[in-house]
């Protein structure tokens, strides 16, 4: 089995993550600039060439009552050019509250979030393919 990479797409940054190679855990990763679209895609092909990664997760921000807003559209848009520039295929999952969640866990570290906002990204990420992965084991089960 690849690797599938979680992504937690933002206007400035791109938190990644990496699921081992069975499957069963994902781990921060690293975070890119996204201030330009183009070297962001680049970078993100250049992160899923060196990992062989097979399939992508895209965190979907969706809003508290469930419903999709510009936010998701962005990311779909972004996923839709990454799909055309790797072929690799995508699944999108709900991100809501990983955000804070990350926050909470990286102050419970020790770790001041408003001042490691790359590794707010990277935990988000984490997040977001770690309940992609724990959802694909019960589908197993």
Do not use: C, W
């Not at 069963?24 to 060439?49: P, Y």
């Not at 393919?129 to 694909?136: E, G, H, I, N, T």
């Amino acid at each position: 089995m690849g690797r599938i990479l979680g992504i937690d797409f933002g206007k400035r940054r791109i938190g990644l993550a990496l699921s081992d190679p069975l499957g069963m855990f994902a781990s921060g990763l690293t975070t890119l600039d996204n201030r330009s679209e183009k070297a962001a895609i680049k970078a993100l092909i250049e992160v899923i060439q060196a990992h062989q990664v097979e399939h992508l997760v895209f965190g979907l921000p969706l809003r508290h009552t469930g419903e999709e807003g510009d936010s998701a559209e962005a990311v779909k848009q972004f996923a839709s050019l990454v799909e055309s520039a790797t072929q690799i295929p995508i699944t999108f999952e709900d991100e809501r509250f990983t955000s804070v969640i990350a926050q909470q866990s990286l102050r419970e570290q020790g770790v001041q979030p408003s001042r490691q906002k790359h590794l707010v990204d990277q935990t988000s990420a984490a997040l977001i393919l770690q309940q992609y992965l724990d959802k694909q084991a019960r589908l197993k089960t």
